[in-house]
Every structure is written in C-alpha cells, then in structure tokens.
T-cell receptor
C-alpha cells in the first residue's frame, strides 16, 4: 500500500519569499512522484514529476522538487513566491511496477501569498 | 489536443435521484481514471479503464456506482439512489500507457455534485 503525508495543511508566505511545501511518501516499490496544483473550482494541473534518473526535478512556473529516497521525501520549492502561486498543492505517488498507475494523493496544502 | 472535458460542471440533485456524468479524454489516450474529491481532502481513486475494459474498482465504489467506457473513448459514471455523502467533486483523468510505462495523467475540470 502507498500513502502520502503533506505536512502543513496551510502555508502562508510573503510575495518574493521562498516557498517550501513538504511531502513524505510510503511505498513498497520504487515510486513515481508528482506534484499537482489546483486552482479554485478547477481540475488538477501537473507541476512536475519524478520517475527515474535525476533526483532534482524542475517543473513549470519556477517550481522544483528533489526526490530523497533515504528520507522518503519529495518536497516542493520555489525561490520567490508570486501572487499567482496562491492555490492548493497536492503531492501524489504511484507504483512504478504493476499496471494500474493509480495516483494516491496527500490531503493537500493551501498556499497563501501575501503582498 | 483539447484536453480532458467533463459534463456537467455542476449538478444539484435531491437524495434518491440518479445522476450521470460524462468524461471525454484526450483523444489518443487509452487509459481513463475516475477520482472523487471531498472538501478538504485529496482526490481518491475510484476506478480505471484500459480502452473499454474496466480493470479495477476501489472499495469506495459501492454497488450504487457504475462506470462504463463503451467504445474506449468517452466514459460515464452513474450514481443511483444518491445520498448526501455522495456530494463531492468527481474528477476524470486520462493518460497514454504504452510499452508497459504510464505517461502523465491529465485531469479534467471535474463535476461538482451536491445532493440535497
């Protein structure tokens, strides 16, 4: 079974400050890891993903995340927050093996950006 | 590529009524997933199709729920005898699975169901 824990249901930062959203996962097989963003009343948009290879993954809108196997973590960062980054962020894991590839999501972190 | 579309975007119904939602995936995608998202939670897996075959159903999918993908293109999710606990956002996602590897799941905008 897989699971995702997102530490902090709500993170508030000032515009221009560092964004750090935490994600820890549990998986019995090598995981695929994802960060999605959800704006109000919309579906989910992929920010970035890790499958294999380089552990530092760069995504859209200046976000990046680093896969740390020893810490079972996949934290999302952005050096300088913008007002448009305010949204809910979901970390997700899926199996690299098998054939389902269903996503198991964390509960989400709501990011607020203050002017 | 027009993205994943879902219809309707919002549905309000009375307890006990039946509702049906539609999902149109990205045209070349052979895999389609349904998820449910309740307030304050992340999406939870309901079921998925590979072409027209429904290959797995979650325990969340009670016998009041049925999903189809008759020609391997669009999919429908029907809820019979709706209950207030069914109120949620229903999300559809599609992806391309080829050579034993899965590509990114692309999500639609969701259908928000409110059961009164």
């Amino acid at each position: 079974a897989q699971s995702v824990t997102q530490l902090g249901s709500h993170v508030s930062v000032s515009e221009g400050a560092l964004v750090l959203l935490r994600c820890n996962y549990s998986s019995s097989v090598p995981p695929y890891l994802f960060w999605y963003v959800q704006y109000p009343n919309q579906g989910l948009q992929l920010l970035l993903k890790y499958t294999t290879g380089a552990t530092l993954v760069k995504g859209i809108n200046g976000f990046e995340a680093e896969f740390k196997k020893s810490e079972t973590s996949f934290h999302l960062t952005k050096p300088s927050a913008h007002m448009s980054d305010a949204a809910e962020y979901f970390c997700a894991v899926s199996n690299s093996g098998g054939s389902n590839y269903k996503l198991t999501f964390g509960k989400g972190t709501l990011l607020t950006v203050n002017p | 590529d027009t993205g994943v579309s879902q219809d309707p975007r919002h549905k309000i119904t009375k307890r006990g009524q039946n509702v049906t939602f539609r999902c149109d995936p990205i045209s070349e995608h052979n895999r389609l997933y349904w998820y449910r998202q309740t307030l304050g939670q992340g999406p939870e897996f309901l079921t998925y199709f590979q072409n027209e075959a429904q290959l797995e159903k979650s325990r969340l999918l009670s016998d009041r729920f049925s999903a189809e993908r008759p020609k391997g293109s669009f999919s429908t999710l029907e809820i019979q005898r709706t209950e207030q606990g069914d109120s949620a956002m229903y999300l559809c996602a599609s992806s391309l699975v080829a050579g034993g590897r899965a590509d990114t799941q692309y999500f639609g905008p969701g259908t928000r169901l409110t059961v009164l």
